[in-house]
């Protein structure tokens, strides 16, 4: 599903405009990002969480040159499943 998809089941279902979900979708998806940049948890009951990771400085090997690299200390988001949905998914 993307985001457009999501845009248009959410305008079908509540009967709202297309700009309308858009503006909806938006909001929420901009939270969602507002709150990882802050290192804040997102947590979606019967779906999962979002934390921000930290990765320390670790040697790499570029696979096309074989070649080491120092690849830089980054923050990353991390999604871990939740109970409910991976009980829904194994089911089916």
Known sequence: MTKSDLITLLATKENLTEVQAARIVSLIFDGFKDALAKGDRIEIRGVGSFVMREYKTYTG????????????????????????????????
């Open 61 to 92: 090997r570029n696979p096309k040159t074989g070649k080491e690299v120092e690849v830089k200390p980054k923050r990353l988001p991390y999604f871990k499943v939740g109970k409910e949905l991976k009980d829904l998914i194994n089911i089916i």
